[in-house]
Nanobody, 123 residues
Framework: VQLQASGGGLVQAGDSLRLSCAAS?????MAWFRQAPGLEREFVAA????????YYADSVKGRFTISMDNAKNTLDLQMNSLKPEDTAVYYC????????????????????WGQGTLVTVSS
């Protein structure tokens, strides 16, 4: 499975941005992670495609929305009310099988990764 992320850019605080990740094959669980300069990679959001269940990091809950376009096999991340602390390289990730709930937030649970797209939020 190949993942191709797009949609990053430079925006101001309070603006919105939409990221997309095109998957070349069928996956069961997909997620977004991000990594800010000098920090470890962190979980942003995940979706289990079979059940439609969605999970968010507390830091983005209420501002970000993850969704799956099954017809296009594309994972989207709508980011609203962006803050400077959202600045990071955003990565989409996928696994062919379902990731158990306790492991959703761990990058080690995902076998496939996109190349990353940079989001910069200025204050």
């Amino acid at each position: 499975v190949q993942l191709q992320a797009s949609g990053g850019g430079l925006v101001q605080a309070g603006d919105s941005l939409r990221l997309s990740c095109a998957a070349s094959g069928r996956t069961a669980t997909m997620a977004w992670f991000r990594q800010a300069p000098g920090l470890e990679r962190e979980f942003v959001a995940a979706i289990r495609r079979n059940s439609g269940h969605i999970y968010y990091a507390d830091s983005v809950k209420g501002r970000f929305t993850i969704s799956m376009d099954n017809a296009k096999n594309t994972l989207d991340l709508q980011m609203n009310s962006l803050k400077p602390e959202d600045t990071a390289v955003y990565y989409c990730a996928a696994k062919l099988s379902q990731v158990i709930l306790s492991a959703l937030r761990s990058g080690d649970s995902y076998a496939y990764w996109g190349q990353g797209t940079l989001v910069t939020v200025s204050s």
